[in-house]
């Protein structure tokens, strides 16, 4: 049976592992918008995903943050799958913080990039997966954090290949763009 954890235990490991309230803060903050995004776009979305496995995702994707101690962020992922696992949450919650970089990243990215990842494929693979992924692109925790339009997104990733911004709108077709407007206001983060 598959154990999705509840929005108490979520900001509980959340604050367990936070090395600061600031820390906690920004990134809790972040998995929260995260989360308000995905869920506009479930709303919508035409494919019957699981929407309780989807907040759970939102709000743990970017958990390994918390590890990070100066080691380069695109390892943030693997740290918190290994956290998740630690906490003994099953792979498919784990998965969402290692498979939600960017567009996903593959064995030949991190051998081309020489990224200090373990090899392997770091995709999405299941619907929940990708809307968490996709949801992610649309807000940064940068200082000030912002939310991204679809075409700042695009532009970002197009510095890693064609291939990027094609897999970027593929998703953009699967689920739609959100209305980032509301959450601009209320958050009071800017849409670049």
């Known amino acids: 049976m598959r ?14 592992h936070a090395p ?7 990134v809790f903050t972040h998995c929260e918008i995260v989360w308000a995004i995905a869920e506009q776009l ?16 939102c709000l743990l994707h970017d958990i390994g943050v918390y590890r990070l101690h100066g080691a380069p962020y695109v ?4 740290l918190g799958h290994e956290l998740l696992a630690e906490a003994g949450l099953p792979e498919p919650i784990r998965r969402f913080a290692s498979c939600h970089t960017g567009v996903g990243l593959r ?32 807000h940064t925790k940068s200082d000030p954090p912002r939310f991204l339009s679809a ?3 695009a532009a ?4 890693f290949g064609a291939d990027k911004v094609d897999l970027f709108d593929a998703m953009r077709l ?19």
């Open 3 to 16: 154990v999705i954890p509840t929005d108490p235990e979520i900001r509980a490991l959340h604050r367990a």
């Open 20 to 26: 600061s309230p600031e820390s906690f803060e920004v």
């Open 42 to 57: 479930l709303a919508r979305c035409p494919e019957e995903l699981d929407a309780d496995l989807v907040r759970a995702g």
């Open 75 to 78: 390892r943030h992922g693997v």
């Open 107 to 138: 064995r030949a990215d991190i051998v081309a990039q020489d990224l200090p990842i373990p090899l392997g494929d770091y995709v999405a693979e299941t619907g929940e997966e990708a809307l968490v992924m996709y949801a992610d692109k649309f």
């Open 151 to 153: 075409a700042t997104f």
């Open 156 to 159: 970002r990733i197009a510095r």
């Open 174 to 192: 699967r689920f739609g763009e959100p209305d980032l407007t509301p959450l601009s206001d209320r958050y009071g983060h800017p849409v670049v």
